[in-house]
């Protein structure tokens, strides 16, 4: 029996949605943050912080992710990656360097991924959060 998920973690699409006003993934992630079942991590707060138009947002997109925990990439996390990223490109498929950073650390934390991103779902251990 597989191991119920202890959160999730969620990637760059679905913080995209959360700051559009009203979207329903937006609104999810919300909820999971009231509910303390969110987590993120550097490549996310990376790939937000990189869009930025202004000062503005980006004082609200680093005050958003500042109320949630914070999972670090540690050695082993990196080696995990290069391991996973390398069997996928064994099968033919090559996927971007942070869906593959995402997905170690939220298998390393027994999380699922809440994503927009279907290749996800090619990437063996991970959980996706459906709703």
Request: with cysteine; hydrophobic share 45%.
């Amino acid at each position: 029996m597989e191991e119920k998920s202890k959160g999730i973690l969620a990637d760059t699409s679905i913080w995209i949605e959360f700051f559009k006003p009203g979207t329903p993934m937006g609104k999810k992630l919300e909820s999971l943050i009231i509910r303390n079942s969110a987590s993120t991590c550097g490549i996310i707060l990376f790939e937000l912080l990189q869009g930025v138009r202004s000062e503005a947002e980006k004082i609200k997109i680093s005050d958003a992710l500042s109320n949630i925990p914070y999972l670090e990439m540690t050695r082993p996390l990196w080696q995990k990656s290069a391991d996973m990223s390398a069997s996928l490109k064994r099968k033919g498929l090559t996927l971007p360097l942070s869906d593959i950073i995402v997905a170690a650390i939220a298998i390393e934390h027994n999380l699922s991924v809440f994503t927009l991103d279907k290749h996800f779902e090619q990437i063996p251990g991970v959980k996706i959060y459906k709703i």
